[in-house]
């Protein structure tokens, strides 16, 4: 890894290269695809390539044409990304738009989504602070809905954790296609199908399709069309 620095005060660009860091403070440009160490924005941050990171954390628009691979992606504020986005932790406050697909171990969001075509994470936590629409989750644990709270350790992640955020109405829901996990909870919703072991059904859902291999508990005041446990045969 390079170990230049890029730093933008203003209007400015960063052309394509291998840099140590990377900061824009104002408005600026990247010109085509960076790998560097960090990846650091405040204002405005566009770009028509990709980057590859250790760290990226960005503060208030951040759109990109390319995908984002790395270990560390933190967006606050709205954040428009072009291209499959690959990395071990993503925190997002506020908006996202997502045209490819997310590949994380952990996905936690305070916010909501225009559109995402899939989100394919071990850990998915998302308060649901606006509207959320995606046409395919798969994960290991998943938590998604308006009665979700975010509550992290460390000094930054509590107060980011705290934050008012309001992207949406009181109207604002969860809407899918297919919801597949190991344990689910999922509230204020509009979904096709729900498949996992462990499910729970929060309120304000309305689901085509339940099928359960262990475990489902649903409100009261959710309607489902229909529930099916799938058994699996031992072989004596």
Do not use: W
């Not at 600026?28 to 990226?56: H, L, P, R, T």
């Not at 590949?103 to 225009?114: D, K, N, S, V």
């Not at 899939?118 to 644990?141: D, M, R, S, T």
């Amino acid at each position: 890894m390079a170990s230049g620095n890029v730093v933008i005060m203003g209007d400015g660009k960063c052309i394509e290269g291998t840099y140590n860091k990377v900061r824009i403070m104002g408005n600026g440009e990247v010109d085509g695809s960076i790998k560097c160490n960090k990846f650091s924005s405040a204002g405005s941050a566009e770009g028509n390539g990709s980057i590859q990171f250790c760290k990226c954390k960005t503060a208030g628009y951040f759109g990109f044409k390319g995908y984002l691979e790395g270990n560390e992606l933190q967006i606050m504020g709205y954040g428009q990304v072009d291209g499959h986005i690959k990395v071990d932790t993503f925190r997002a406050y506020g908006m996202l738009n997502l045209t490819d697909t997310l590949q994380a171990e952990t996905f936690i969001l305070r916010g909501g989504i225009e559109q995402a075509q899939a989100i394919h994470c071990e850990q998915i936590f998302i308060e649901l602070l606006g509207g959320c629409n995606v046409k395919e989750i798969g994960g290991g644990e998943i938590r998604i809905g308006k009665t979700v709270k975010i509550v992290e350790s460390g000094l930054k992640n509590k107060f980011l954790s705290s934050v008012k955020i309001k992207v949406g109405d009181e109207n604002s829901r969860l809407e899918a296609e297919v919801i597949e996990g190991d344990t689910i909870y999922v509230d204020t919703a509009k979904i096709g199908v729900v498949r996992g072991k462990h499910i729970e059904i929060g309120p304000k859902c309305e689901i085509d399709k339940i099928e359960y291999s262990e475990s489902l508990k649903i409100h009261e005041s959710a309607k489902i069309g229909q529930q099916i446990q799938i058994t699996t045969r031992r072989d004596r």
